[in-house]
């Protein structure tokens, strides 16, 4: 591959090298973007399915994942890849994760002009940009390397789970290991290393909570009048293994805490729930499922529901094809009552919301939250012991080079 294609392929916009403090004392900043991602065309969903189901921090099938997790990839991946293309050949995920940096790095630069400038950068877990790509491309554009400099990871999983953002922060941490050197002489940061903190959970953020409410209100605007105040909010969020759930993962009490943000918002205005979707497997997942309980309410009568993707900052397949396709046309039987409120996506409100956020984290000199620094009751995981300990240590690191 060619310089310029590694570059595309690798970074959500071609940073130009960078000189560090050649701008102000605490710049530049690279602001990583980091999510799930998804195949960019239909030939890219078996890499993609085979990287989801080989993550034991996603999908745990124990001692066996690396013979199941390759076997259940194979064998989704026609009927996955018809899917996509029902939704346009591919997930438009990675152009919304590239617009909502680019655009969120435009105001930093305004707000935060002592951090600027601010490099977009994506990392994805399973698609391109994968989190490899994007470091290397890093140390490309004149971070770390020997020239030290800040990196930001940003979750794009406003509610944390072990399963998601973990998972990503494990790879984050092996990918920093493999390209600048684990521990050097006991050192946690050699010199010259890229100084890392973590946005690692944002859920009753003001902003993302007004970005959700105000999608929700132009929906229910769409009902007569006499009939929006009593139109079901369904919140719908990405499911979890039970065995997950029951190890302590903080997601579900995040994703309620977020819907309950929402709903004071909205000065509960309407009656509501919270459900999950994207189950997959024989093994038993959190519940109530999103599709059983539209086809309940449906049935009961309840025609008038706005589905609201609670746990999603932008439209992909979980949007795009299991609600708008599979949910509100076959679970509903096509009622025109049964709505969905429209994506993050490209909202102003949402992305000054993520510019808000990552200037408080760069003032604050912390490196993580307080929560991250804590193990899930029945963890018994090494890497995510090591990964956490890496991250909280970069907090001295951060705090006297970065803050004044």
């Known amino acids: 591959m060619s310089r310029d294609g590694l570059r595309k392929a690798c970074m959500a916009t071609v940073a130009p090298p960078v000189t560090q403090n050649s701008t102000s004392k605490r710049g530049p900043t690279a602001m990583v973007f980091m999510n799930m991602g998804g195949p960019a065309t239909t030939d890219e969903v078996g890499g993609f399915l085979s990287r989801l189901f080989s993550d034991g921090d996603l999908i745990p099938l124990g001692r066996l994942q690396n013979y199941l997790g390759p076997l259940i990839s194979r064998r989704r991946t026609p009927k996955i890849q018809k899917q996509y293309a029902e939704i346009g050949g591919g997930s438009p995920i990675r152009k919304w994760s590239e617009y909502q940096c680019e655009e969120m790095c435009r105001i930093l630069d305004q707000i935060s002009p002592e951090t600027a400038p601010h490099k977009p950068y994506v990392a994805f877990r399973y698609a391109n940009p994968l989190t490899e790509h994007m470091y290397e491309q890093l140390l490309k554009d004149g971070f770390g390397n020997g020239k030290g400099g800040r990196a930001v990871a940003f979750t794009q999983y406003p509610q944390y789970s072990c ?127 999103t599709s059983d309980t539209v086809r309940e309410y449906v049935a009961r009568g309840q025609t008038d529901i706005v589905l609201v993707p609670i746990a999603f900052t932008s439209d992909h397949i979980e949007t795009l094809y299991e609600i708008d396709k599979e949910v509100m046309h076959e679970d509903a039987q096509g009622n025109a009552g049964v709505k969905r409120a429209e994506s993050l996506n490209g909202s102003p409100i949402f992305i000054r919301a993520l510019a808000d956020l990552a200037k408080a984290h760069l003032d604050s000199g912390e490196s993580c939250s307080r929560q991250m620094g804590l193990r899930c009751q029945g963890c018994k995981s090494e890497r995510c012991l090591e990964q956490k300990r890496f991250f909280a240590g970069e907090h001295a690191y951060t705090s006297s080079t970065f803050v004044r």
Not at 193 to 202: G, M
Not at 250 to 255: L, S
Not at 262 to 289: H, I, T
């Open 163 to 289: 399963s998601t953002t973990g998972s990503s922060l494990n790879e984050l941490w092996k990918w920093r290991n493999r390209l600048e050197g684990k521990r050097a002489n006991g050192e946690m940061h050699p010199p010259g290393a890229l100084t890392w903190s973590v946005i690692d959970r944002w859920p009753t953020h003001p902003g993302l909570v007004e970005a959700f409410a105000k999608n929700i209100e132009d929906q229910l605007a769409t009902y007569p009048k006499e009939k929006q105040k009593d139109v079901v909010l369904l919140f719908s969020a990405h499911s979890l293994p039970m065995s997950v759930v029951n190890r302590g993962d903080p997601y579900p009490a995040e994703v309620a805490a977020t819907v309950y943000a929402v709903m004071s918002r909205l000065k509960f205005s309407n009656p509501y729930r919270l459900c999950w979707q994207s189950q997959v497997g024989p093994s038993a997942w959190l519940g109530a499922q």
